[in-house]
């Protein structure tokens, strides 16, 4: 099955169109710093265009939103899992309409550490031919947005992606008279080694879409400009790897410990704060449907009820807490 492909098509059906995020500045203003505020910084074509700023210790981490859309809930989501957000009001409206709408956000991290200045999974980007209508030859300003938020491409030494899914690969690579270039022409570009390789045989088998290998990780391979790490690789003291399979089979995450802080940008182990409650509710998009749901538990049971933050690819108010509720647990933004 072709998840992309499916996903697209449902989206066909359902008439599917751009909107925009609700609900973002209240939930992350006591922890904003930096006069970008919530603002847009510019507008442009199409886009999200949002700055968001934290700090998690010595570590300083910034939010470029490239996208913010409401989708429908299935088939991102199983049909038959539908109502259950009604169920749980704080979700509504800032992560789900009132209609059900799902606000699907699509972002950058960038982490400010010892000097590194590192991406985090690079969105859709734009010019790339996808399968769903709202990710398909996008024309937003996340460059310009970048560099207003002080970052100009050439001075990023490091890029992460979680995972290889194309909303984590988009801006590693854009179009210049007609070829597919390093975005980041001065950083080393980190894939892990077992993604890479589930990659491959995805592209030998075309069991998926690969497109999105093809125009924004084959080029970077290309070029010389790539590291395959291992699932427990360190960037540096204050930051590793941490394996989170199950949506992809090499998924990581990025652990944060700064001056007794800590925090975990969580890649898409979740899609939306709904699985945080509900966490057997698996995306389209998991390859292990069963190792996902594990490592959601294992999250979950780690790291709720502590002060360590989440800061979460797709949530529309990315950056929060896992906290004791009726419901079990809930998610308690910033
Ligand atoms: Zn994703």
Not at 140 to 158: C, R
Not at 228 to 254: F, I, K
Not at 293 to 320: C, I, Q, W
């Amino acid at each position: 099955m072709d998840p992309t492909k499916k996903l697209g098509n449902a989206l066909h059906a359902a008439g599917a169109t751009p909107g925009h995020a609700v609900g973002h500045s209240g939930g992350e203003s006591a922890l904003r710093k930096g006069p970008a505020g919530s603002e847009p910084l510019k507008s442009y074509q199409k886009g999200e265009s949002r700055i968001g700023r934290w700090s998690v210790g010595d570590v300083k981490i910034t939010s470029v939103m490239e996208s913010a859309e409401r989708i429908p809930w299935a088939p991102l989501f199983p049909a038959e899992t539908s109502e259950l957000y009604k169920k749980y009001d704080w979700l509504v409206p800032r992560f789900i309409t009132p209609e059900g709408q799902i606000i699907l956000a699509v972002q950058a991290f960038v982490v400010e550490a010892g000097g590194r200045r590192i991406v985090v999974d690079t969105c859709v980007g734009n010019d790339k031919p996808r399968e769903i209508p709202h990710c398909t030859d996008l024309q937003t300003a996340f460059l310009e947005d970048m560099k207003a938020a002080g970052f100009p491409p050439e001075t990023i030494d490091t890029v992460l992606c979680t995972h290889l899914h194309f909303d984590h690969v988009g801006w590693n690579t854009r179009l210049v008279n007609g070829k597919w270039v390093p975005t980041f022409p001065k950083a080393r570009y980190l894939f892990g080694r077992r993604e890479w390789e589930w990659c491959e045989t995805v592209l030998r088998d075309k069991t998926l879409d690969v497109r999105h290998i093809l125009d924004s990780v084959q080029p970077i391979l290309d070029a010389g400009l790539a590291d395959l790490v291992e699932t427990n690789h360190r960037l540096t003291d204050e930051l590793w790897l941490e394996p989170s399979h199950g949506h992809t089979p090499g998924h990581v995450s990025l652990h944060i410990a700064s001056r007794g802080q800590e925090a975990i940008i969580t890649g898409d182990v979740f899609h939306n704060p709904i699985q945080i409650v509900e966490p057997d509710i698996c995306s389209i998009g998991c390859v292990d449907k069963d190792m996902s749901r594990k490592t959601r538990r294992e999250f979950l049971a780690r790291y709720g009820g502590s002060a360590t933050r989440m800061f979460a690819v797709h949530f529309n108010d990315p950056v929060g807490r896992v906290v004791r509720d009726t419901h079990n647990w809930r998610f308690s933004t910033d």
